[in-house]
Structure formats: C-alpha cells, structure tokens
C-alpha cells in the first residue's frame, strides 16, 4: 500500500510541476516523468502476474495523457522534444480507450490549419503513436485514422503542409497496419484520393502520394492492384512524351483515347510506377509487363540519345533548342523509366524476357548520352568489338584535353549524368538477372546492339562498357567499372562450369567461345592503367579499376603479357611509392588505395594464371622495395597486406626454381645466387624488425609469423646462421606467447615442409617446440589442442629423426603421456590426430615403444571397443596396432590377448585387461554393442595380417575351432563360447580374408571357413547369420577364386531368405573394391560378368530386401564398371519399360515393373556413391523415361532418383530439365516437393511449374 501511495504521490507532484511558469521546472519535471513511466513499463513487462505491482490507475494515466499532450504546443522546443519522447513510452502503458483518445486529439490537431507553426510537432507525436502502440492495438487505431486522413486529404487541397502530413501518416499506418481488417476495407479509398493527388500542382504532395501508393501496392488484394497498374499504365501512355519520336506517340496516344481520369504529372506518374514495380514487380501480369515496358521506351527512345560526339540534323537542332525545365524533365523521366527497367529486370525476369533486347539497347544508347560533352571518338564505331585499345587510347588523349575548369562548369548544370547513371544500373541488373538464372552469358558478350545515331555502328554489352570507361563522371565511371566487373565475374564462374569457354581454339566443344584473352584482355588493362595514373581520378574509380584486374586475374591468360605485367606493376609502384614526384594520388587517399593496390599484387602472384617466372622477373625488379617499404607504413592493414605479399616471394622463387629443374637449365648460375640473396636480405630486413616488435596489431603478428615462415622454408640457404637462430627463436617465442601461439602453431608445418634437398635446420628448437606443443595439450581449448596436434605431427614427421639419445627418449615419453591423456571417445577427432602423432614417433623413434606401450595403448584399448568409434579416429587406431606390431614394441600375443580380453571384460563390466588398462574413459562400454564387436574385429585382424605367417596361421587355426565348436553347438555359441565371442570370430575371420589370401594358406583354410560361413547362415541368431554374411564377402576379397564361385552357385540353389544374405555377402565384396579393393591390389572387372547374369535374375524379386540389395550391388559395379553396367541397365529399361501393369497382377507385367523399380534405385545409389558423371550422362535420358511409368512404385523410385542426382551431381540432369523431368512432374502427386527441391538446388526454370 505504502509503495503504492508513493508512487502516485510521485507522479501528482511531476504532473503539477508540468504546468510550472519556469521552461525548465516543466523541462526536468516531463523527463522524470518520462523516466518513471520507462521504469513502470519494464516492471509492467517483468511482473505482469504480480498482484503486489504498484498500478497507475486509470485518472492518473488520463492525466498524465493530457499533460504529454498539452506540452507538445509548449514554447521551449526542448520540452517538446522531451514530450514527444515521452509519448512514445506512454503509448506503450495507458489503456487502449486512452490510445484511441490521443490518436483523435492529434489528428485533429494535425489537421487543423490554424495551428501551422505547431504543425510538425503534432505530425511528430501522431507518427510516434502509430509505430509505438502494440499491434493489438493496431485495428482500432486505424479504424479511427484512416477515415479523418483521408477526409483531411480531400478537405486540405489547398494546404501543401497538411496534405504531406496526412500522406506521410498515412504510408506509415498502411506500412504497419495494412492487413489489419479495418484497413482492408479502406484500400480502395485510400488508393482512390492517392491517385487524384498525383495531378497535384505540388511536387512535394505528388511524390509523397506515390510513396503511399508504393506501400499500399504490397498489401493490395490481387484484383486492387490490378486495378491500379491499369490505371497507372493508362496515365503514362497518356503523358507528354520526351524527344521527336516521343512526343509523336503520346499525341497519337491521347487522340485515341476515351478516358476522363485527369492526366498527371508525367514525373510523378513515372515514379509511382517504377515504385510499384520495385516492391511487388513479381506480382504482375505478363499482360501488364508487356504493356508497362513499351511506354516506359517510348521515354528512352534511343534515336534521342544525344552525345556531343554525334552529328544533329537541323530538325534535331531547333528541338534541342529546349528550355531548361523541358531537358530537367525529360532527364528525370528517363531516370525514372531506367530505375522501372532495373526493376522489372531482377524481380520478374520471366516476365521481361521478351523485352530484354529492348531494355538493353535503351541502356546501351543512353550510356554514352552527354549531349554537352564530346570526347573526341566520331572513328570509334568503325572499329570492331574485340579491338578496343584505340579507344581506350583517344580517351587518354583527350583526358589531358579536358580540364577541370570546364569539369565545374559542366557538372554546376549539366544533369545528363543520371540518366547515364540509370543506364548503367538497369545494364547491371541485367547482369545479375542472367547470374540470378543461372544462365549463359555470352551473349552479352556476343550479340550487338546499335548503340549511336548512325545504326550502323554496333557493339556487344561487354565492348560497350569497357568503351564507358573514359566517361568523365566519376559516379558513372565507377558504375561502368562495377558492372563489368560483375559481368567478367559471372563469365570466369560459367567457364568453370562448362557453360561456355574463355579460349579461342575450342569453337568445336559445342559451348559458346569468348576469346577474352586477345579482344578484350589488352583494352581492359590499358583502361584500368589510365584510371590508375588520371591525377584527376577519384579513390572510388582507382578501387574499382584495382578490383576489376583483380577479378581478370582469375580469368584465363590473367592479365596478359609479360609486358602487361610489367605495366601493371609499375602503375602499382607509382601508387606505393614514397615519392610524391612519382605519387598519382592525392596524400588523403593513399591508405586504402595501396591496401587495394597491394592485394592485387598479392593475388596476380598467387593465381595460376601468370607464368611464375615473368611475375617474378616484373616484381622483384618494379617492386619488392616498394613493398618492403610498405610494412614501415602507419596503417595496420597496409602493413598486414604487404606482408603478405612479402609471404609470398620465396614461393615465387621455388616456382621459378622448379621450372627450370623441369626444363634442364642451370638454376645455380652466380646471377642467380646474388639475386636470391639479396632477396633473402630484403626480406629479412623487412619482416624481422615486425616479428620482433610487441606491440602491434594481433594481424600484423599473425601475417609477420607467416612470412618469417616462408622465408626460413624456401631461402634459409641465403640465410646466415645467426639470421636463421635469430628468426627461429622469435618463432619460439610467439608459440610461448598466448595472444599468437596459435598463429604460431600454423607456421610450424610451413617451416616442417621446407625443401628436401636442402633442408632447414631446426635443432636449436626443436625441442622447446615439441615440449611447448605437448604441455598445450592440457589445455581446455580443444581449438588449441586441435592447432598443437596437427603443428606436433608434422614436427615429428619432418624433423623428428633429428633427435637422437637418451634425453629425447625422455621427451618423447612425456609427450606419449599427454597424448595417451586425450585419447577418449567423447572427441573423436581429437583421439585421430593424437593416435597419428603416437604413429609419427614411434616411427622415426621406435626405441619410444616401451612408453607407447605404457602410455597410449591402454586407452587405445579402450577406444576400440566404443560404440562410437569410426571413420578416421577408427583408421588411426588400426594404423597404430599395426605400427606396434610391425615395431615390435609389443607382443603380438600380448596384444592379441589384450584385444580378445576387451570382449569378455566388458561384457563382465570389468574394464581392466592384462595390459594393464585402468578404469575406461569410454563412454559406455560398449562390448555387447555390435558396432563395437566390429571394430574389435577389425583391430585383431589388422594385427594378424601385420604379424608373422606362423603367428598368422595359429589366430586362424584358432577362430576355425572355436566357430566349429559354435557350430556343433547349435550355431550361436556353445559351453565356453558366447555369441559375442561367435561374432567376433566371424568378423576378424572375414576382416583378414580382405587383408590376405586364405585360399594360399595351408590346411584347407578357405575351403573350412566357407562351410562354417554358409554354416551360419542357418544359425537362430539375426547376429550371427549377418555377422557371416559380411565375413564371407570380405574373406572373398583375398581369395575370390575360392568364394565367389561359392556365393554364386549357392544364390541360385537356396530360399529367399539365404539369397538376402548370400546377396549381402556379394554386395560387402564389391563394396570392399569400391573403397580400395583388397591387400594385393587386384580388380573385380573380370568377375562382372560372372556376376551380373545372377543379380539381373533376381532384379524382378517379390521381396524388396532381395531387391534392394540387387541394387546396391549394381550401383557399386557401375561406379567400377560404368561402361559394363551402364549398357546393361539401359537394356533392362528398354526391355522391361514401358509396359501397361495391374498392380494387382501378379505375372511378368509385374516383374516388368519389379525390374524397372530396381533399375531407378541402381542408378540412384550409383550417383550417390558419385559414379562418373561423363560415363552416366548419356544413359540419364534413357533412365528418365521411367518418370513416365504406370507403376507408381518405379515413378516414386525415378523420381527419388532425380533427386539423388539433383543432390550429389545437378549436372547430370540439367539440361534435361524441360524435355524429360519437368512434364513428368505434372502427374506426379509429389509434384511440389520435387519443384521446390530443384529450385532449391539451382534449376529456376522450373518456378513456372509452382
């Protein structure tokens, strides 16, 4: 009671002081309202449930409404800013009677004309209420408002201020509450009184009008817009026209007209159009398209693109004789229509395709429209496309000519350049519609257009824009310079996907060839150069002119020549430089000019385009001080990109290197030598004094690392020893350091790949290293401990042979220690790399066994019984058993017991074994688990084939007997032998058939393990009959003589249910070739066609799990055999195909579709294993057809195909979208679903079908 007392005796005090003489008792009291009601409403939020929450009661809150409201026409401004502000917060608070209240005293206010000089603020509040109120409230609200604004729009015709008001509240409330149901049913109202106010005689009235229509259109009903559009076009095609042949059109238009609609302003008409377009352009009709698009040319007539380098006739002359306002409009308007084109072009390029010839010839002539301005070129049309240069060059000439006087004087009122700007951006939206599509660009680079008075001057889109490059305003060069740049992008990233081709000797591959390296790669360059060196040039232009050679850098050829390289090189060395003699730019610019400068070099050093030699040549000659200098600049990313830069010199050196080698040249000429030590000085006179330096940006450091690295790896032969130690000890330190250790551990494996031949000498800290990365295993970090694994293998790798002695026994045994510690389930990757590095120094110290022994292999132990274990932790830890066996570090009959004992203490619960293991780390034992068993399996048989032949023959004379025990038993396990134990048996058996030739070893080993495998297959256990199925496909792989006869002769002798297991025996045989074949290496080509007979007879199987493995089987032979299987599977569509079935008919109609279901799910697991796409593209039409299919099961099983290649290779099935899948998806009841896939993954083609 008391805090609620207190709380309206607070607020009865602020509300008194509101009414103060003092501006500033009333200023203080309304900001501590404003606090309070904040305060009320965080607690009103928080604690809505709480009865003990102090309330303001209903006339408090109508009081507090009314002194917000009577400070809004305060004379101190800042009370009412305060005021406005605190009605945003009340809003939020009072009741929603009292919201509605406030909206009618402010409208009212806002409409009444008496009170102009308060106008804006009351505007102010009402636009507060109409963003801050709750969405509950909404509909209420704009029940009230909707109505008064539209009243006051048609009662204030004469008042400008108030019609812009209500149009501005009015966007607002459409914008927030358009859907509600108030407003719907005052839509048509709205867009009514909107639509007259476009003839309005105030510009200002007539753009905020189309701003409202603009909204309305998103939340218009189909058949409003529809509506609206018609009216509009109706308008426009009634406008006065621009230029001869406009104005012509637009009298015929209104001759023929009959409607009575007043006639707009031709500007506001235009812009409320293109608006529309721009936020529901998707929405439109085709109908409609192909109507807005003509008007909107008859604007941008292209026989009115003047530029002062065409000749007028005298007709043209008098009507250029135009007066200032007729030139202003006439450029607005075709700005307008530019900005409708690009829009139109990027939301429905469906729609505008018929018209994109037109689009692009209108933004082609109005590209170069500068009717005030010649730039000398009248020859330039009679070149052809490719040749560009000579035009690049007269720009050069006449850039000199054109001085900056006459530059102020033509920009003060010359206003042509938005149209040219408008051009260039419907060219650019063109660009990106046709990347949007996924579609060929060649076009824009092959088909001309008539771009100048004179038809018969023509070039392509791409020789257009690199013609533009010379245009004089910078917004306009920069937007030329972008979109070709983006075109040049789209065509590289089309090339690599075989959409077309960049070089000129491939015109029979049946793409589209752009020779891009001899048209058009020489004007380009010479273009950028002259951008880069126009003193005049602003930064914009230069970045763009960096980032568009930056983009040709990856295209093929590069940049070009050598002598192109070097000419780049030097503009870049005119840009670097430090002296201001030979400085293009100006002092303000220079910091992100030369970042951009110095990423260029960096990537036309790094791409694969450039001969390595020329680059190297051009670069240490122009500008390897130029960059050294650049690590000495202030600027934190300057200094990072020049190193680097820097970074990548002794790569460049090594190219060269490797290059000459190949060609038998003399590489250690003495010429040769000097140049590379005084690179290597250079260099280390540069990166040296940042490596050592402390405090530096952390990208400094990390780039400083980097570089210090390279030049250790490749040049430390032009090092002196104190140069080398020095370097090496700064590493070592940073790897100490927490800030750049892991930056550091990256550089290790750079300097660990140093040059066989001569290799560096890391001695003085190796040691330091290993045991720094070992003691960064402790680590919480797991990226740390992630970084330090990999950094410690690749040391151990490279130069752990360097040690030697008893003391580095020592310190690998501690870093065993730290690396047995990580070995644990519960990360698998972090258990891989730490088994890889136990592998690493055991084998370049294999006197380190004993402490592998201790150290790594009792969690490895425990590691492989996890249910968890696989992929590349599981492919580590057999490498290691094999490696401790091959070593000799421990017993294999000690080992052996200890993996068999993993068994049989887990199933116990004990998880101690005779190696001495200690309590599991594991996750969950995991010894009944079958995942478990089979890697258990695995272990023991990789152990086994890496032992000697009489070990090898006492484990297999061994898992004979206990399995004929097994079998004497019953088949699941006898007195002394569990199933587990049957399991495992099994599955190492089968493991080490994959690994060795049983069929080679005495004793009739093959012919016994067959009759126990086929034994099994009788046995009550799921376990076991599947447990010797997998072994006897694996034991196959080593001794196929022996077994696949076997497995052959017997699916045709026995039940289904012996056919499912013998096929699941075949499919574990050809799996095992399909990931890597068998010990000796052979193939299974030779047994195709043994085996393919036996899998098409049971392709047609009543059951679907016979079936199905069918398949797996001949999808995994046409990824080894595409050209057996393929042929094979394309005769099988053709013979069971096409034929009329009853789903209740059980005859060959029904095997017909049985063997076309296998068919599709073959081909859908043969791309999913990532068959040859080359060798399967020519099959695809054929195994389409089953698309088309009666049976709904094989439609189902196609379609689930089109997917699988959708998913895994989308260009097996791309051009083949519209002829073969898309009309069967019509009668498909999924069709949906697929649609929406293939849109999913690249194929927009098919949104028609949606």
Request: glycine share 6%.
């Amino acid at each position: 009671m008391s805090s609620s007392g207190s709380n309206a005796v607070t607020l009865n005090a602020l509300l008194k002081k509101t009414e103060h003489y003092d501006k500033d008792e009333r200023y203080m009291a309304i900001s501590d309202l404003c606090e309070a009601l904040k305060r009320h409403a965080a607690s009103s939020t928080s604690y809505s449930s709480s009865p003990s929450l102090p309330l303001i009661d209903a006339s408090t809150e109508r009081r507090i409404c009314t002194a917000v409201l009577s400070l809004l026409d305060d004379s101190s401004n800042d009370v009412q800013t305060v005021a406005v502000k605190t009605l945003g917060v009340l809003l939020t608070t009072v009741q929603e009677e009292l919201v509605a209240e406030i909206a009618d005293k402010l409208c009212t206010l806002v409409l009444d004309s008496t009170k102009s000089d308060l106008h804006d603020v009351y505007a102010i509040g009402l636009t507060t209420l109409i963003t801050k109120i709750p969405l509950h409230m909404g509909d209420v609200v704009s029940h009230r408002l909707v109505g008064r604004l539209i009243d006051g729009i048609r009662l204030s015709s004469n008042s400008s201020f108030i019609l812009v008001s209500c149009f501005e509240l009015m966007t607002h409330l459409v914008s927030r509450f358009g859907t509600m149901p108030n407003v719907k049913r005052q839509h048509d109202a709205i867009l009514q009184i909107s639509l007259l106010q476009l003839s309005s005689t105030e510009t200002v009235v007539r753009k905020r009008a189309g701003s409202t229509i603009g909204v309305m259109s998103r939340v218009l009903s189909d058949a409003l817009l529809h509506q609206l559009v018609d009216r509009l076009l109706r308008q426009i095609d009634l406008a006065e026209g621009v230029g001869k042949s406009g104005k012509r059109r637009a009298r015929a238009a209104r001759a023929n007209s009959t409607t009575t609609d007043p006639i707009a302003d031709t500007r506001a008409i235009l812009r409320t159009m293109c608006t529309v377009s721009g936020e529901v352009g998707h929405r439109l009709t085709q109908s409609q398209i192909d109507c807005i698009i003509p008007i909107f040319l008859r604007f941008c007539d292209a026989e009115d693109a003047m530029s002062g380098d065409d000749e007028a006739s005298e007709d043209e002359s008098v009507s250029m004789e135009e007066t200032e306002e007729a030139v202003e409009l006439a450029n607005e308007l075709r700005e307008s229509c530019f900005a409708g084109f690009s829009s139109f072009v990027l939301r429905c390029p469906k729609e505008v395709m018929p018209h994109l010839k037109s689009i692009v010839g209108a933004s082609l002539a109005y590209m170069r429209y500068d009717p005030n301005y010649s730039y000398g070129d009248e020859e330039e049309g009679e070149e052809e496309d490719g040749d560009e240069s000579s035009g690049v060059e007269e720009f050069s000439e006449d850039e000199d000519e054109y001085s900056e006087e006459e530059d102020e004087e033509d920009d003060d009122d010359d206003a042509s350049w938005k149209v040219r700007r408008g051009a260039i951006q419907a060219l650019t939206a063109v660009v990106e519609s046709t990347k949007l599509q996924n579609m060929d660009p060649s076009s824009l680079w092959t088909e001309e257009y008539s771009w100048r008075k004179d038809q018969s001057m023509k070039t392509t889109v791409a020789g257009a824009l690199v013609k533009r490059f010379k245009e004089r305003e910078e917004n306009c060069r920069v937007a030329v310079i972008d979109c070709f740049t983006r075109l040049l992008a789209m065509t590289v990233a089309a090339a690599k996907n075989g959409m077309i081709s960049l070089e000129s000797g491939e015109e029979e591959s049946g793409v589209p060839v752009i020779d891009l390296r001899s048209k058009y790669v020489p004007a380009i360059v010479k273009a950028c150069e002259k951008q880069l060196e126009a003193k005049k040039g602003g930064e914009r232009t230069k970045t763009s002119a960096l980032a568009l050679l930056s983009t040709l850098c990856v295209a093929p050829g590069g940049i070009g020549e050598p002598t192109q390289i070097e000419s780049v090189f030097a503009h870049i060395h005119s840009i670097l430089s430090p002296d201001p003699k030979h400085r293009t730019i100006s002092t303000g610019l220079t910091k992100s000019i030369k970042l951009d400068a110095l990423c260029l070099v960096r990537i036309m050093m790094t791409c694969d385009q450039h001969d390595a030699s020329c680059i190297k040549h051009a670069f240490l000659s122009t500008l390897l001080g130029e960059v050294c200098n650049a690590v000495q600049e202030d600027w934190y990313k300057v200094i990072a990109e020049a190193l680097r830069v820097l970074a990548e010199v002794p790569s460049l050196l090594l190219l060269e290197k490797e290059w000459k080698a190949q060609q038998m040249t003399d590489e250690d000429s003495p010429n040769n030598t000097e140049e590379t030590n005084q690179v290597a000085k250079a260099l280390y006179d540069a990166i040296e004094p940042r490596l050592a330096a402390h405090d530096l940006d952390q990208e400094i450091k990390e780039c400083a690392l980097v570089a210090s690295a390279q030049l250790l790896s490749v040049l430390h032969p032009s090092l002196s020893t104190e140069q080398q130690h020095r370097l090496l000890s700064l590493l070592l330190e940073r790897l100490k350091n927490e800030t750049t250790r892991i930056a550091a551990m990256k550089t290790l494996p750079i300097l660990a790949s140093s040059s066989k031949s001569s290799r560096l000498d890391v001695s003085p800290i190796l040691s330091n290293v290993v045991s720094e990365l070992a003691s960064l295993l402790r680590q919480q970090s797991r990226g740390v401990k992630q970084s330090a694994l990999e950094s410690l293998d690749m040391v151990i790798q490279c130069h752990g042979q360097d040690c030697g002695g008893d003391q580095d026994v020592e310190l690998y045994d501690g870093v065993l220690r730290e690396l047995g510690m990580i070995i644990v389930d519960s990360d698998l990757h972090i258990s891989h790399l730490s088994l890889r590095a136990s592998i690493s120094v055991l084998k370049v110290c294999p006197s380190s066994g004993p402490s592998v022994k201790k150290h790594v292999l009792p969690p490895a132990l425990v590691l492989s019984t996890s249910p968890l274990l696989q992929d590349l932790a599981l492919e580590s830890l057999l490498s290691l058993l094999e490696q401790l066996v091959v070593s000799d570090a421990v017993d294999f009959h000690e080992l052996l017991t200890s993996l068999q004992g993993r068994l049989t203490n887990d199933i116990g619960g004990n998880s101690t074994s005779g190696m001495g293991v200690g309590t599991s780390t594991s996750s969950s034992s995991g010894g009944g688990s079958k995942q478990a068993v089979s890697n258990l399996a695995r272990c023991i048989a990789v152990i086994t084939a890496a032992t000697t032949p009489s070990n090898r023959d006492k484990v297999v004379e061994n898992l004979i007997s206990s399995l004929q025990s097994a079998i004497a038993a019953g088949g699941d396990g006898g007195v002394g032998v569990s199933a587990q134990e049957v399991q495992l048996a099994l599955l190492a058996s089968g493991d080490l058939g994959r690994k060795v030739n049983l069929a080679a070893m005495a004793g009739g080993v093959a012919p016994n393990l067959l009759h126990i495998y086929l034994s099994f297959f009788d046995a009550s256990s799921e376990d076991a009959k599947h447990a010797a199925a997998y072994a006897l496909g694996r034991a196959s792989v080593g001794a196929m003589d022996v077994f696949l006869p076997a497995i052959l002769n017997a699916l045709e002798q026995n039940s289904q249910k012996k056919q499912y297991l013998l096929l699941s025996a075949l499919r574990e045989l050809i799996h095992c070739y399909q990931t890597g074949g068998g010990a000796d290496g052979g193939d299974i080509s030779s047994s195709v066609p043994l085996i393919l007979p036996h899998l098409v007879s049971h392709c047609s199987d009543k059951e679907e799990g016979v079936r199905t493995m069918v398949a797996e089987c001949m999808g995994s032979l046409t990824c080894l055999e595409p050209g057996v299987m393929l042929p094979h599977l394309q005769e099988l569509v053709a013979t069971h195909g096409g034929k009329d079935v009853d789903d209740n008919e059980e005859g060959g109609g029904r095997k017909d579709a049985l063997s076309c279901w296998t068919v599709a799910t073959a081909i859908k697991f043969a791309i999913a294993a990532h068959a040859d796409p080359s060798k399967l593209a020519g099959f695809m039409p054929s195994f389409l057809r089953l698309l088309s299919e009666r049976d709904l099961s094989v439609r189902n099983a196609a379609l689930l195909m089109v997917y699988s290649s959708v998913h895994h290779t989308p260009q097996l099935v791309a051009g083949l979208m519209q002829e073969h899948i898309l009309p069967s998806l019509h009668e498909v009841s999924c069709c949906g679903c697929v649609v929406g896939i293939l849109l999913g993954n690249g194929f927009p083609s098919c949104s028609v079908f949606l």
